[in-house]
């Protein structure tokens, strides 16, 4: 069915979007989330759709096309998936409550016909003739607010991301622990505040080179009053001996629980696993992709060689091919336990959440 076309202001909205996520002006997980989110209402809102099939195209639309203009960011693909899902919630909702409604005015008497197992069921699945039942339209007046409601959800739900993460803190962390991370997380960082306030312990952050956040993340923690040591990259295998504990942000969670982690992370998720110490990850159900990492190194990106090898030294750069990746890829079988928004899961638990949020039939945005 094609895609009606939208006003005029909200195409020059979604162009600017996608030009700032090209300039990289937009960056993070959690801003491009919100941004996300709050386009979409705007799609859902103001462009011209009268069932179902027609939003569901024009939504489908506009993420690919948000995609398409910074692959490596995820989380634009994922909150594309859920307001999918949100929308055919809502319209099987109002279907069946439209239906329900015409069949008690039109039987007020009589026998009611046998129930009929839902097409959502796994053993209807395996053991059902396959044919989808037909799609039921909701009425569009009374869907359109529903929508746009739940969509705010969403919102909303983002905003309370982190309160909801360092909320699990002391169940976690306990005093006198020594914990090891790298970078410079926001989810980590609130998470390992939230637990100094009422407990002890000493944070080991590696500094990860070449770009130094994790300076950036022990100024921060110590300013809080958390004992917190810098070491450098080199020295994590040597000193995770000591550690308790592992705790990581990451950029994705993707299908299968493995990482895509600021670089440094799979150095420290590896001498983990050596030394049987715990590999604890914070992150937000929105950064929870149904992408499996078939190959890795297209979700990574490569940033600048400068800091690594500056232009000064002209000799040596003739010479060499340098490559500066952003990310690091961590199998699943390096993390211990996911701590999100809704609780702590191990990795052996993600296809639920993923069943819970995202729709088999938006897996491929471009179907």
Known sequence: MATQIAPK???????????RLKRRQVVGSWQVSVETAILLRQVVSISRWNNVDVLIATVKS????????????????NIVRRVLRLIREENSTFAEEDENSNFETNHTSGPRPAPQFASSSSMYNLLGDFQKEPVRFANHS?????????????????????????????EHIHSNEIIMT????????????????????????????PLYHGQEMARSLALAGIETTVIPD??????????NKVILGTHAVLANGSLIAVAGSQTIATAAKHHSTPVVVCTGLYKLSPQFPYDPDTLNMCVSPN??????????IDKIDLVNPYFDYIPPELVSLFITNVGGHPPSYLYRLLNENYDPEDALLEA
């Open 62 to 77: 506009v993420g690919k096309r948000l995609v398409a203009a910074q692959p490596q960011e995820l989380a634009i693909g």
């Open 234 to 243: 080199s020295a994590i295998f040597a000193v995770l001996s000591r550690v």
């Open 142 to 170: 009374t869907l359109k607010p529903e929508i746009i409601q739940g969509i705010q959800e969403i919102v909303e739900e983002l905003e309370n991301i982190y309160v909801n993460i360092s909320a699990q803190a002391l």
């Open 307 to 316: 800091p690594v090898l500056q232009y000064e030294e002209g000799d040596l």
């Open 9 to 19: 202001d909200l195409n020059a909205q979604i162009d600017h979007f996608i030009a």
């Open 182 to 209: 790298c970078g410079k997380s926001k989810t980590v960082e609130l998470f390992l505040k939230a637990a100094a306030k009422k407990r002890k312990f000493q944070v080991i952050v590696a500094e990860t080179a």
